[in-house]
């Protein structure tokens, strides 16, 4: 199924301690990132540095019955964002 209407794409970065996997970050967007993601989150950036890794996914947001607006995917960006700050030892890039 595909939709009429323009879809919007986000990435996020996060630092964490070595030895978190994707999955666990992946997790924390997927549980944050409500039903307008039609894609992801998927993992397109992997590498670390001194005792951290850095994992960057991508987002796809859409609707299939209206144009999205930014404030709308900006506020699940910073729900998003403020989980993952909650973990100990994470950081939004």
């Known amino acids: ?8 794409a ?3 970065a996060v630092w964490v301690p070595e030895g978190t996997s994707s999955g666990d ?3 924390i967007i997927k549980d944050n990132a ?6 992801g989150p ?13 994992y960057a996914f991508r987002l796809v947001f859409q ?7 930014d404030v709308e995917i900006n506020e699940i960006m910073t729900k998003i964002t403020n989980k993952i700050k909650k973990k100990e030892g994470w950081q939004v890039r």
């Open 1 to 8: 199924m595909w939709s009429l209407f323009p879809f919007i």
């Open 10 to 12: 986000r990435d996020v």
């Open 25 to 27: 970050v992946e997790k």
């Open 34 to 39: 409500g039903d307008m993601v039609v894609r």
């Open 42 to 54: 998927e993992l397109f950036d992997e590498f670390k540095k001194e005792g951290k890794i850095s």
């Open 63 to 69: 609707s299939y019955e209206r144009t999205l607006t």
